[in-house]
């Protein structure tokens, strides 16, 4: 975390400086001029003595290195915030937002640390197809040229991973590893992560998110039908299905949550006065340690009357029940103790002169059935032909292939998230994710909020969405949301609170940073050039512009309500909850400084030209001191 500071970095943290910090503060003896000596750290944090072969069980790829690196290194960028494309910008918490999704990570680490949720992503699968990504450490410049020609606007590589280059896997997994080790740091403790994968990368997946999130938070790999009927375009089987991979943060802090039960399903379920059940298992146990040699302990008899009133010690008129299986003693699932406890949960049934004993499964809602998902993961909801029409009746259209289904990702946040939770997808495409958390918002009455991220993709020029006036997938992704939120109100307007559903967004694009060179390296400022800095703020940028990297710089969550104050002819920024008062106006006035001073939110923002001069701005600073943090751009 950044610490109070009067001079804002506006960039992003240098991790590698912070995690050296850290290592210092607890193992100093490792520290040599500066330097870290890891042969002795490895030692610090070993029980075994460490010996100089490298050679153990790991993941390893050309380019490894390379991608930490690029993970700890900082940007100087920022999200500029583009009202006009937005929907409710001053009141939604949702944010979608336009970039290279590495780049958008980076940049939100601060504001969203251990805030999210639940990230749901369908990454691309590296099927041999072309996906396209920045990539800063392969080759040279002629070899990128000569072997693609295909560059972003500040030299990047626009990287097409084809099934012919030589790095094929190498570079799916840098792209990925970059980005997991990122996001990972804005789960909150109890959060977890939903990935969809086919056969192509399953395997290097898998061993990818054990070295990130760790072997020990590996949740479940889930078969998931997408396609019934097969698909016959694969080899000797005709596949159904895809993947989702599951991880916790921490595994025994995560938290997850039952899906509802269907219609069908409804109908076994029963209500007393503790709530929802139906029956649940048998509790006399069964397999090879259920004999009563096994388990000694769990061999005792139950006592039952005629009104299936059960007692745990002999009375008369009771039927006594012992765990046999054709006269084989066996043994119960539960202990006395735990008979004791639950005697309000269990069920009677009695077929002739044979009584059986079964426990009474509850719901985890109190008004609707819930049942525990399968680890084979399939509805005929989710058929990936769902997902395009739905797109097909919002648009009249077929404008995004294979979108995913919105009933697919509705259970994963179901089973992932409760009440105003943050959900991140950072491979958007046509935001299904949006959709579906606003569906399910509308349905529970929830208040969960997302965070979208779609780099600036173009579509191709023959197909049906460049033709309908999409040029990229961001506008599909926003149009998509506009739209599906409109439907959404229109289906449920009877539906109480509805009116409250938030269906706007913010938007907001990666751009270069708003100061001027000279802001992050005023030593290498030419005096003959001084006439051209008298502001470090670039000339084609906003004080929405500014208040959004300030907001980024603090850790500030993008979401909160901004509120424009006007005292004195002069416009301050109130964030809600008092975390920000930030004022860019030229030579303001004492009675605005008043203001700001009686105000006394937590953090105060100033421009230099704030000030007419030094002494006005030491004054200042050193009076807003009192009540704020007060920094100085």
């Not at 990130?212 to 790999?221: D, P, R, T, W």
């Not at 003693?329 to 949960?345: G, I, P, V």
């Not at 069920?347 to 998902?373: A, G, V």
């Not at 300030?550 to 809600?576: A, H, R, V």
């Amino acid at each position: 975390m950044k610490s109070n500071r009067n001079t804002l970095d506006m960039k992003t943290a240098d991790k590698t400086d912070e995690n050296i910090e850290l290592i210092a503060q607890i193992f100093p003896n490792v520290m040599s001029e500066g330097k870290i000596d890891f042969d002795l750290l490895k030692q610090m944090i070993s029980k075994d003595l460490i010996d100089t072969d490298d050679e153990r069980y790991r993941l390893d790829w050309v380019g490894k290195k390379a991608s930490l690196l690029k993970v700890n290194r900082a940007i100087n960028k920022t999200l500029r915030p583009s009202k006009e494309e937005s929907v409710n910008f001053d009141t939604t918490q949702n944010l979608y937002i336009e970039g290279d999704n590495f780049e958008v990570l980076k940049l939100i680490q601060e504001s969203y640390l251990n805030k999210v949720k639940m990230i749901y992503i369908d990454p691309p699968y590296n099927t041999g197809k072309d996906f396209v990504y920045r990539d800063n450490f392969t080759q040279s410049k002629n070899d990128y040229e000569n072997e693609l020609g295909i560059r972003d606007d500040e030299n990047n590589k626009l990287f097409k991973n084809t099934d012919t280059n030589g790095r094929f896997h190498s570079d799916w997994l840098s792209m990925m590893y970059e980005r997991l080790l990122v996001s990972r740091d804005l789960l909150k403790d109890d959060g977890v992560i939903f990935i969809s994968i086919d056969d192509n990368e399953v395997h290097n997946l898998r061993k990818l998110c054990d070295e990130v999130f760790g072997e020990g938070n590996f949740v479940a790999l889930l078969p998931t039908v997408m396609n019934l009927k097969g698909n016959n375009d694969q080899y000797a089987f005709s596949g159904t299905h895809e993947y989702t991979m599951v991880y916790s943060k921490s595994y025994t802090k995560s938290k997850f949550y039952e899906l509802y039960a269907s219609e069908l399903e409804i109908k076994e379920w029963k209500k007393d006065e503790y709530g929802l059940y139906k029956k649940g298992a048998n509790l006399k146990a069964t397999g090879i340690n259920a004999p009563r040699h096994k388990r000694p302990n769990l061999y005792f008899p139950i006592y039952i009357d005629k009104n299936n009133n059960v007692l745990l010690e002999k009375c008369d008129g009771y039927i006594q029940i012992l765990p046999k299986t054709d006269n084989v003693e066996m043994s119960w699932r539960w202990s006395k103790e735990k008979f004791k406890a639950e005697l309000h949960n269990l069920i009677i049934i009695r077929n002739e002169d044979k009584i059986s004993i079964y426990k009474k499964q509850r719901s985890l809602d109190d008004e609707k059935p819930t049942k525990k998902p399968k680890s084979l993961f399939y509805s005929p909801e989710y058929s990936s032909g769902n997902g395009t029409q739905i797109i097909k009746k919002l648009f009249n259209n077929k404008v995004f292939d294979f979108p995913k289904p919105i009933s697919l990702i509705f259970d994963f946040l179901t089973i992932g998230t409760k009440n105003n939770d943050i959900i991140l997808d950072f491979f958007s495409g046509s935001a299904t994710t949006a959709h579906s958390v606003m569906q399910l918002n509308a349905e529970d009455g929830g208040d969960r909020k997302y965070i979208c991220v779609q780099i600036q993709e173009k579509t191709d020029e023959k197909s049906e969405a460049y033709k309908a006036g999409y040029k990229n997938i961001c506008e599909i992704g926003k149009e998509r949301i506009r739209r599906a939120g409109k439907k959404i109100v229109e289906d449920n307007k009877d539906t109480k609170g509805i009116e409250k559903l938030d269906i706007g967004f913010r938007v907001l694009k990666v751009d270069s940073s708003n100061m001027k060179d000279v802001y992050y390296n005023p030593k290498e400022l030419l005096q003959e050039n001084i006439f051209n800095y008298q502001s470090n703020i670039k000339d084609d940028r906003t004080d929405l512009d500014l208040l959004f990297q300030i907001m980024l710089d603090l850790g500030i969550e993008l979401s909160l309500t901004i509120t424009p104050k006007i005292i004195d002819n002069t416009t301050i920024y109130l964030l809600e909850n008092k975390k920000l008062i930030a004022c860019f106006t030229d030579n303001i006035s004492l009675e605005v400084i008043e203001e700001i001073d009686r105000l006394a939110y937590k953090k105060v923002v100033l421009k230099d030209s704030c000030f007419s001069n030094d002494e006005i701005k030491i004054n200042t600073v050193e009076k807003l001191s009192k009540n704020s943090t007060v920094s100085v751009l």
